[in-house]
């Protein structure tokens, strides 16, 4: 986000005419609220839905009955800076409301999770993360940020780049997986093609940069649950995608739910205030995650709602999501001199700061052309960039004998209830899809030609129909079994205790097995699972995460051999669930997992992940040889020579890795430092280098100062955090 000089001008004018009422009104985020008719309180009802004394069509059947109050009083007073809300013509209305009716004429900035598309919905972010395709990244981002404006959100609540190792978290399934650089050039791009293209007001949004911070580092990978670590951790493993987004021009960020070391991020103004506005410099505000003031008061931390509004503000919370707490407490905070007019002024400034750069005073509706464009169908190109994005986020992970890709000429069997439920393709947090727009597994196998017969037989949700499988297992040349979790099994409150399989699938994955018929497993999840039995016993295993609207074509594209798969794993997998949480980048200890008893591992399982960071297969194999490291003034130049040794051609992620070997804080065993799509012809073979910059080679203290220090480096070139060619050199920063 750059700002103007007219862009920071126009804004103190506004500034300066305001009352605190509607200074406050623009720091006040309402989301439509549910009213009227219902014998309980809607919180109750949620209560009655969660806990199943009412069912889920009862709930909808009532909530189709209900009445919502969108708060348009409120908002011709000027009392509402923000709404939520996908809907393009609501969106009109209410803008209409504040531009035209209230005093000001203010435009709202209207907020959606678009996390990973909007109508064409592209892979989880684990997935896409996968492809290790930063071009890809922000066209993707690019696409969701017009597809937004199409609908009159000038603001996603995206990307969401909270690096997690403990895959029991339900939000792995949104964020770029285990690793700092991967997360941080993910960042950059996410932002990139969400804010960069100003051409147009209709081709970019303020980005929201969440959840601020370390709450993938939540204990027991419980969703919401404290959060405590050493400072160096803070800043070499949880700041630093948020350091990379603000240094790409972040407009926005969200406060996360958890406490950081017992001040909850709501409220905790180191985190807002030293680090990220002063040391990142966020350009414009911070908003707070739904409902987190109030929660302040269940943390602990405040006495009553408004004590957690003026810790809020004073903080540097610039906005309240939800509570109505800033509407209700913060005009008598200013007049009793616990919350200074300094405060308010400087949210207000960054929040206009966003509208004005988001040109909402100059162009606040959608076009009526273009909201009427989008109810035919989606822009041409848009399911193309979704199938590529799908395409590029599948991850071989076994194949043996030789199964795939399919023969054309097979009889398939598809089972699993995965294979043919268009609510499950487009995963964790994707709202504002069009069922005729999603491909299930079973269409795009069809669509592809092959000759394939659908057995549901089994599903995450439990059940097992022992005749379809005798069915399937009779009547095809090959089973493909698609098995896995249910969107609602990841994403928000979606943490799992149990990383194997749910419902009666491995039974299944059994009695196909049992047939002696080929099988090929494809997991459809939304976070790495716990697959020691399905690794050790199953000849084919693809990872096809929740791929978006065009999943059924990608995975049949890439079953048939159409396409050669590419992606990585973004996020280790364990072996079983007791070895959660589980990544590549950990310390040594004294004492690594080794054969002599007394070295850190478990009795009764793998001490390192089942697949690691930077795994995938490919229908073709590579081989790397000829690892050079050359120091030069500011950087190493690591070159690295790579063939294809199999009979097709294909497209390898090679890796760069480095390990500090001593240092005055232990570091991890490996840190990524470089990645590169290479494609390669079969029997090709490249030469590629790697810039390291000796900047890079440095880390975080507990004082949270930046160190580089001579010492011996291992610099890793490879196919996987795992599988490297390893070579040494000693590097002194002294310039
Ligand atoms: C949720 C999520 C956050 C989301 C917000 C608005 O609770 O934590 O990621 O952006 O509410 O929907």
């Given at each position: 986000m750059k700002l103007t000089e007219e862009m920071k001008a126009k804004v103190e004018s506004i500034l300066a005419r305001m009352t605190l009422e509607e200074k406050i009104g623009q720091m006040n985020q309402e989301s439509p609220s549910i009213v009227g008719g219902f014998d309980v309180p809607f919180s109750e009802l949620i209560e009655m839905l969660t806990d199943g004394r009412l069912s889920q069509e009862e709930f909808e059947k009532l909530m189709s009955t209900a009445k919502q109050d969108f708060h348009e009083d409120e908002i011709r007073a000027g009392l509402v800076g923000s709404v939520m809300g996908n809907d393009p013509r609501k969106a009109n209305e209410l803008q209409k409301i504040a531009v035209e009716e209230s005093r000001l004429g203010i435009p709202l900035i209207i907020g959606f999770d678009v996390i990973h598309g909007l109508r064409s919905v592209f892979p989880i972010a684990i997935a896409e993360a996968g492809s290790f395709d930063d071009a890809l990244f922000e066209e993707t981002a690019h696409m969701a940020a017009k597809e937004s404006r199409a609908h009159g959100i000038s603001w996603n609540f995206a990307p969401m780049i909270d690096v997690a190792h403990d895959s029991r978290w339900g939000r792995v399934s949104e964020g770029p997986g285990e690793d700092v650089f991967l997360g941080s050039r993910f960042a950059r791009a996410k932002i990139r093609g969400l804010q960069g293209d100003t051409s147009s007001e209709q081709n970019y949004v303020a980005a929201c940069t969440k959840h601020y911070v370390g709450y993938g580092a939540c204990e027991g990978g419980r969703d919401y649950n404290t959060v405590s670590m050493a400072p160096n951790q803070l800043f070499n493993t949880y700041l630093p995608t948020f350091r990379a987004a603000m240094e790409e021009g972040a407009a926005t960020a969200m406060a996360a739910f958890n406490d950081l070391n017992g001040v909850p991020c709501t409220v905790n103004r180191y985190l807002l205030r030293d680090i990220l506005k002063e040391s990142f410099g966020l350009q414009g505000f911070v908003v707070s995650d739904a409902n987190a003031i109030r929660e302040c008061v269940i943390h602990g931390i405040a006495a009553d709602d408004e004590d957690a509004g003026v810790q809020a503000a004073n903080a540097g919370m610039d906005m309240d999501m939800g509570t109505h707490i800033y509407k209700d407490h913060l005009k008598k905070a200013v007049e009793d001199g616990k919350v200074s007019m300094e405060v308010i002024d400087e949210a207000v400034r960054r929040i206009l700061r966003v509208k004005v750069w988001l040109g909402l005073f100059e162009h606040p509706y959608v076009p009526e052309d273009v909201i009427e464009a989008y109810e035919k169908g989606i822009p041409a190109g848009h399911a193309q960039l979704s199938r590529k994005a799908a395409q590029e986020s599948v991850v071989l992970l076994k194949n043996e004998g030789g199964i795939l890709p399919l023969d054309s000429a097979a009889k398939v069997s598809l089972v699993g209830t995965l294979a043919d439920s268009v609510d499950e393709v487009t995963g964790a947090w994707a709202m504002g899809w069009k069922k005729e727009d999603c491909v299930t597994i079973l269409a795009g196998m069809k669509n592809s030609g092959l000759d394939v017969a659908y057995y549901p037989c089994a599903g995450p949700e439990g059940g097992l129909n022992e005749d379809e499988l005798e069915a399937a297992t009779a009547n095809g040349d090959v089973i493909v079994a698609i098995v896995g979790e249910t969107t609602a099994m990841s994403g928000e409150a979606s943490s799992r205790a149990d990383?194997?399989?749910?419902?009666?699938?491995?039974?299944?994955?059994?009695?196909?097995?049992?047939?002696?018929?080929?099988?090929?497993?494809?997991?459809?999840?939304?976070?790495?699972?716990?697959?020691?039995?399905?690794?050790?016993h199953l000849p084919v295993l693809v990872e096809a995460w929740h791929l978006g609207i065009q999943m059924g074509n990608a995975v049949a594209d890439v079953l048939t051999g159409a396409v050669n798969p590419s992606a990585k794993l973004a996020s280790s997998?364990?072996?079983?669930?007791?070895?959660?949480?589980?990544?590549?980048?950990?310390?040594?200890?004294?004492?690594?997992?080794?054969?002599?008893?007394?070295?850190s591992k478990y009795l009764d399982a793998p001490a390192e992940a089942l697949f690691p960071f930077g795994y995938g297969l490919s229908y073709?194999?590579?081989?790397?040889?000829?690892?050079?490291?050359?120091?030069?003034?500011?950087?190493?130049?690591?070159?690295?020579?790579?063939?294809?040794?199999?009979?097709?051609?294909g497209t390898e992620i090679a890796q760069l890795y480095m390990q500090d070997v001593a240092a005055s804080l232990v570091r991890p065993v490996k840190e990524l430092k470089g990645y590169q799509r290479v494609f390669l012809e079969a029997g090709e073979e490249k030469e590629i280098s790697f810039g390291l910059p000796k900047k890079e080679m440095g880390f975080y203290d507990n004082d949270g100062k930046y160190r580089l220090e001579d010492g011996l480096f291992r610099i890793y070139a490879g196919t996987s955090s795992r599988d490297v060619l390893c070579g040494e050199i000693f590097v002194s920063f002294k310039v």
């Open positions: 990383l194997t399989l749910p419902g009666r699938q491995k039974e299944m994955l059994e009695k196909l097995l049992a047939s002696g018929k080929p099988v090929v497993t494809v997991l459809m999840n939304g976070r790495p699972l716990a697959l020691g039995w399905e690794a050790e997998f364990p072996a079983g669930n007791g070895q959660c949480p589980v990544y590549y980048s950990h310390p040594s200890t004294g004492r690594p997992a080794g054969k002599s008893k007394f070295t073709t194999t590579y081989e790397y040889s000829d690892l050079k490291i050359d120091e030069k003034e500011d950087c190493l130049k690591i070159s690295v020579r790579i063939r294809n040794t199999g009979s097709r051609a």
